[in-house]
Structures are given as structure tokens and as C-alpha cells.
């Protein structure tokens, strides 16, 4: 089965949507940093009443929070991207992949009909099932055609 055709056809439901933290909009942008870190995540899902009504990834961390302390205390609803981009657990991983390359996005939230949190899914879960779903193709694809080497490789 071609790549196309199976990114196609396997639904996100099918893949691991366990990784990620929970945090509401009133926690501080340092408790939920702690959470990122000792939960081994990128992205915290920001929800209220069990509804997603925010995201709070290491991108807001690198551009919103590095060298401004002053930050750290402050609720996290203010720095996190708010109603972000989310898909349903029954859509083809395809539909995932165009949202992460369309809006540059490491983490698509996963939500059901009523916008409840199923999971997040992160780039490297897509990567992982390609890699595990067409190991032959992934692992032997050559370097870069792009790339011209400028000198002799070797001693």
C-alpha cells in the first residue's frame, strides 16, 4: 500500500494520543512549565469544563515566556493560543498532516463532537507511524537530491 493511500485511509483514533498534560486557564505559566517538564511533553492542552479553550506549547515558551520573568506568574490563558485548530479522532491522518503543515503546528488537539479533549497528536507520533508502517521505504530513502557536495568526501 502506497504512503498516500494509507495516511488516507488510517484514522488519528488509531494512534497513540495518550501524550499529553491537562491544565486550566487560571494555572501560572510555571506550574504548567513543571508540567511540560516532568511530564515529558511540548504542548499542555489548556481546558474548562473538560472542553479544549486553549494550547500552550514550547513554541509560546520560546517566543512569549524566554527572558521575561515577570511572566512566569501570571496565568497561562494569557499567553496560550487560544481555540486552536483541533480534529476529530474518526478524521484520516492526512487531514492531520495538511492542518500541521498548513499552520506550522508540532501538536494537533484531538477533540469529540462537543469539543471534550480525546488527545493530542504530536508531529513525532505521524513520523512514527510512517516510520513503523513503511520502514523499508523511510529508512532507505536517499540523502538530500538537493544537496551538492562542494568537496571530496573522504581522507
Not at 520502514?135 to 537530491?145: K, T, V
Amino acid at each position: 500500500m502506497k504512503v498516500v493511500q494509507k495516511l488516507q485511509e488510517e484514522v488519528i483514533g488509531h494512534l497513540d494520543l495518550d501524550g499529553y498534560a491537562l491544565c486550566g486557564p487560571q494555572e501560572s505559566v510555571l506550574d504548567v512549565l513543571k508540567k511540560m517538564r516532568h511530564q515529558h511533553v511540548s504542548a499542555v492542552l489548556v481546558e474548562e469544563d473538560g472542553r479544549l479553550v486553549g494550547i500552550f506549547t514550547e513554541r509560546d515558551v520560546l517566543t512569549k515566556v524566554t527572558d521575561q520573568p515577570a511572566t512566569w506568574t501570571r496565568p497561562v490563558a494569557e499567553l496560550m493560543t487560544c481555540d486552536p485548530h483541533s480534529l476529530d479522532a474518526q478524521q484520516p491522518i492526512s487531514s492531520a498532516l495538511r492542518l500541521m503543515n498548513a499552520g506550522d503546528y508540532r501538536n494537533v488537539p484531538i477533540v469529540d463532537k462537543n469539543g471534550r479533549i480525546k488527545g493530542n497528536l504530536p508531529q513525532h507520533e505521524v513520523i512514527r507511524f510512517l516510520t513503523d508502517q513503511f520502514p523499508e521505504d523511510i529508512y532507505n530513502l536517499p540523502p538530500d537530491p538537493e544537496r551538492i557536495a562542494r568537496t571530496k568526501e573522504g581522507a
